[in-house]
């Protein structure tokens, strides 16, 4: 058995997805992302490569790529409701998501998806 606390070389998934889809209304995806040391360019490459798939996306709302340490990263993206939120994931972002050499080549681990729930946003306070 590998021990959890050694980083491992083996191939991966390129993403773990946690969370369902619940009921309908507004959700979102919280993407945890590890860069393997040295590869920490191509994952912001990467992040590029899946923001540049989003203005063709009409149900993608608001996207960000973001970094939080030299080697983690994170993308919050917002949607009206699931229906977008699958048309998201079967387009040229999760494309990429599911190229899994390039994935094992630069993430320490599967990417974290989490399906979440958006609770309040500034478009529907007070509707």
């Known amino acids: 058995m590998p021990d959890p606390e050694q980083p491992s070389n083996a191939p991966h998934r390129g993403v773990v997805v946690t969370g369902k889809n619940g009921e309908d209304g507004h959700k979102a995806f919280y993407i945890h992302i590890e860069a393997k ?3 920490e360019d191509e994952v ?3 992040l590029r490569d899946i923001y ?7 149900a993608t709302g608001p996207w960000f790529g973001v970094r ?5 990263f994170g993308i919050f993206e917002a949607f009206p409701n699931i229906a977008g939120r699958d048309a998201h994931v079967a387009g040229g972002g999760g494309d990429i998501f599911r190229d899994n050499p390039r ?3 630069i993430l ?3 990417a974290h998806v989490y399906r979440v729930d958006v609770l309040f946003n ?3 306070i007070g509707k």
Do not use: F, I, L
């Not at 540049?52 to 009409?58: A, K, M, S, T």
């Not at 939080?68 to 983690?72: A, K, W």
């Open 37 to 39: 040391r040295g590869k």
């Open 122 to 124: 500034k478009a529907t």
């Open 44 to 46: 912001v490459q990467m």
């Open 108 to 110: 320490a681990s599967p």
């Open 103 to 105: 994935m094992n080549a």
């Open 68 to 72: 939080y340490s030299p080697t983690t």
């Open 52 to 58: 540049d798939c989003v203005p063709d996306e009409p």
